[in-house]
């Protein structure tokens, strides 16, 4: 059965930095895409950033230029590294793999104060 545990959500004031974690088991990772979802109170599910196994990269033009996704096969885990954090990054981040099927992660908070 397919799990994946995130970690690294919490408290941090504005300009701060985060680093979440996603680690899967279950799937031959380094085969999957996978990437990062986040939503806030009242809104959708939003593509954070998405990570294929080829490499390819796509991120929200929100976090472009702040965020910055990575993966260790090795580890069969994904990484979402986030600086100069914003008050409105403020949601659960919610992990997600795409190999025959589709996962997604429990979601980690991630709340950012002014």
């Known amino acids: 059965q397919v799990q994946l545990v995130e970690s690294g959500g919490g408290l941090v004031q504005a300009g701060g930095s985060l680093r979440l974690s996603c680690a899967a088991s279950?799937?031959?990772?380094?085969?999957?895409?996978a990437g990062w979802y986040r939503q806030a109170p009242g809104e959708q599910r939003d593509l954070v950033a998405f990570?294929?196994?080829?490499?390819?990269?796509t991120y929200a033009g929100s976090v472009k230029g702040r965020f910055t996704i990575s993966r260790d096969n090795a580890k069969n885990t994904v990484y979402l590294e986030m600086n100069n954090l914003k008050p409105e990054d403020t949601a659960v981040y919610y992990c997600?793999?795409?190999?025959?099927?589709?996962?997604w992660g429990q979601g980690t908070q991630v709340t950012v104060s002014s």
């Open positions: 997600y793999v795409r190999g025959s099927l589709r996962y």
């Open positions: 279950g799937t031959i990772f380094r085969n999957d895409a």
């Open positions: 990570i294929t196994s080829g490499g390819s990269i």
